[in-house]
């Protein structure tokens, strides 16, 4: 389940693009999405670049049974 998408800005620093994805956070609070992991600040949920909720780091590779860069390597080929 991905967060909804609300806003998306591309900046460009110098020369080049950078895209920052704005979501409203399960908690309500609106988070930027400009990394591989995006942690929100009220509630340290995590997301992925696309909005997926990560779980946290200490349980990567326990409970979903993928290892961290098996999600990282999914965040790539998602379209959104
Ligand atoms: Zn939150």
Redesign the pocket.
């Known amino acids: 389940m991905a967060l909804v998408i609300s806003k998306v800005e591309q900046v460009s620093i110098f020369g080049k693009t950078h895209t920052y994805k704005y979501a409203t ?3 309500g ?1 609106e ?1 930027v999405l400009d990394d591989f992991t995006n942690y ?1 600040d ?2 340290e ?1 995590i997301y992925d670049f696309s909005g997926h909720r990560l779980s946290s780091p200490r349980n990567w590779g326990e409970d979903t049974g993928e290892h961290w860069t098996d999600v990282a390597n999914y965040s790539w080929h998602d379209d959104w």
């Open positions: 956070c399960e908690c609070s988070i929100c009220d509630c949920r």
